[in-house]
């Protein structure tokens, strides 16, 4: 079982199960099974709303116990506590699977994915800090006759004639 906490200061349990597998595919209509061939793991990983459904639908017994609605579980997952759920539920999963190969494969698919979605962050934050790019919209603003220095006063504080 692995835990996360969300920014209500809620400690949850994920634990998956044949018993939790079955509640999530009748209350998201996602079949937790289907991770082994990747796909699923992508949406989950890439899906963040699908992802904090999925983990609410394992968490289900706790948040009727605890009286948190799916509406009060969803409004305390934001940030870093997203990745923390996806990281419990990704390792939950690799610990689920009944065959070793599987399991070694799921591994090696996170591993890939996490890899190739980092690379991914770090070429659109180099693409964000290029000069080339400022360059660029510097052109655009031109080209429609305005730009970053050159911006109109607002009408609040220019003085009425």
């Not at 899906?47 to 009060?72: G, N, R, T």
Request: glycine content about 4%.
């Amino acid at each position: 079982m692995k835990t996360f906490n969300d920014n209500a200061a809620r400690s949850w349990t994920v634990q998956v199960n044949v018993d939790a597998i079955k509640r999530v595919r009748d209350l998201a209509q996602v079949n937790l099974l289907e991770v082994v061939e990747g796909k699923l793991l992508e949406r989950l990983i890439s899906d963040p709303i699908l992802l904090c459904d999925v983990i609410y639908c394992l968490c289900k017994p706790q948040a009727d116990a605890e009286e948190v609605s799916d509406a009060d579980f969803a409004r305390a997952m934001a940030g870093d506590v997203i990745a923390q759920a996806k990281t419990a539920l990704v390792e939950e999963l690799v610990l689920f699977s009944p065959d070793p190969r599987d399991r070694e494969n799921l591994g090696i698919a996170v591993q890939k994915f996490n890899a190739m979605a980092t690379k991914a962050k770090e070429l659109v934050k180099a693409r964000l800090n290029s000069p080339a790019l400022s360059r660029e919209i510097e052109a655009a603003l031109s080209a429609v006759g305005g730009s970053f220095t050159s911006l109109p006063e607002s009408s609040a504080s220019t003085p009425d004639h």
